[in-house]
Nanobody, 125 residues
Framework: QLQLVESGGGLVQPGGSLRLSCAAS????????VGWFRQAPGKEREGISC????????NYADSVRGRFTISRDNAKNTVFLQMNSLKPEDTAVYYC??????????????????WGQGTQVTVSS
């Protein structure tokens, strides 16, 4: 059974940093492209960063480019999202998911599946 588990969320002040982890169990993550998404109350799920299986193709949403960095450690079966210079508008539940096929670079949620349960990120003073 494919399972993803996100961790690392929490409460942070504006300008702070968090590092999210997406750990896979039941399968080998290195065969899949992976995406990070977020959903704030009342808003649609937004793709914020996606990475190919080898890590050599990466996409960022304009809203996070230059502040967030996606990476992966296939030996640890984990994908990370380093979030710096956090803003209140980054507050959301953050999810990771694996790509269904080669259109992963679009970083849109219909192209992804096997969603984790999400981790809450709250940016507030």
């Amino acid at each position: 059974q494919l399972q993803l588990v996100e961790s690392g969320g929490g409460l942070v002040q504006p300008g702070g940093s968090l590092r999210l982890s997406c750990a896979a169990s039941g399968f080998t993550l290195d065969a899949f492209a992976v995406g990070w998404f977020r959903q704030a109350p009342g808003k649609e799920r937004e793709g914020i960063s996606c990475i190919s299986s080898t890590g050599n193709a990466i996409n960022y949403a304009d809203s996070v480019r230059g502040r967030f960095t996606i990476s992966r450690d296939n030996a640890k079966n984990t994908v990370f999202l380093q979030m710096n210079s956090l803003k209140p508008e980054d507050t959301a539940v953050y999810y990771c998911a694996v790509a269904r096929g080669p259109r992963f670079i679009l970083c849109v949620y219909p192209e992804f599946g096997s969603w984790g349960q999400g981790t809450q990120v709250t940016v507030s003073s």
